[in-house]
């Protein structure tokens, strides 16, 4: 199974800044990767697919980039309501795996 | 939107099967392809395997000996065995619509989870 590693695991920072979180693969997936948002109690929430394209309605502020089988999620000012769990998912290799979260908090 | 809700009890005893059904409404079960997700509390996700209206399934090889999947088409409805649950079980269960990208699938619409707790 292809591992996908999240850093940091958590984090804190205050509104309006800028936040990135990194998510490693084990091996080349390729641009085969998607980012979901997840608050307390609810389902997952697909953000970006293809490490960088942005799925509809998902504010401007959210963006991805690749770098060989490193992917950064960035926000540009971070939002009261962008305070959640982020995931990494590959879709390059079945079985599909998820990196283990980035708790950002305030 | 396609709303998904998952339903079934919360309540599972060791080693007994966990089931668990999804209602697909907005939209018909025969478009896509669907998965089941679980997160343990606290963890991360894991993917459990998807299914096709035809019937054509792929699994996790991690659970596959244990899972089975199911679609009835006549209810729009997609349905999770696991059999010979543990306390490793314990989790949330979500149903999910992929999306095809350029080599396999993620999921763009996601039910809202049923908590599962195997217990005796």
């Known amino acids: 199974d292809i591992q996908m590693t999240q850093s940091p695991s958590s984090l804190s920072e205050s509104v309006g800044n800028r936040v990135t979180i990194t998510c490693r693969a084990s091996?080349?997936?390729?641009?085969?990767l998607a980012w979901y948002q997840q608050t307390p109690g609810k389902a997952p929430k697909l953000l970006l697919y293809?490490?960088?394209r942005l799925e509809s309605g998902v504010p401007s502020r959210f963006s991805g980039s690749a770098s060989g089988t490193d992917f950064t999620l960035a926000i540009s000012s971070l939002q009261s309501e962008d305070f959640a769990t982020y995931y990494c998912q590959q879709y390059y290799t079945n079985p599909w795996t998820f990196g283990q979260g980035t708790k950002v908090e305030i | 939107q396609v709303p998904l809700q998952e339903s079934g009890p919360g309540l599972v005893k060791p080693s007994e099967t966990l089931s668990l059904t999804c209602n697909v409404s907005g939209g018909s079960v025969k478009s896509d392809w669907w998965s089941w997700i679980r997160q343990p509390p606290g963890r991360e996700l894991e993917w459990i395997g998807h299914?096709?209206?035809?019937?054509?399934?792929g699994y996790n090889p991690s659970l596959k000996s244990r899972v089975t999947l199911s679609v009835d088409t006549s209810k729009n409805q997609l349905s999770l065995k696991l059999a010979f649950v543990t306390a490793t079980d314990t989790a949330v269960y979500y149903c999910?619509?992929?999306?095809?990208?350029?080599?396999?699938?993620?999921?763009?619409?996601w039910g809202q989870g049923s908590l599962v707790t195997v217990t005796s």
């Open positions: 999910a619509k992929m999306r095809s990208g350029s080599y396999g699938y993620y999921f763009d619409y």
């Open positions: 091996q080349d997936i390729s641009t085969s």
């Open positions: 293809g490490a960088s």
């Open positions: 299914i096709y209206y035809t019937g054509s399934t």
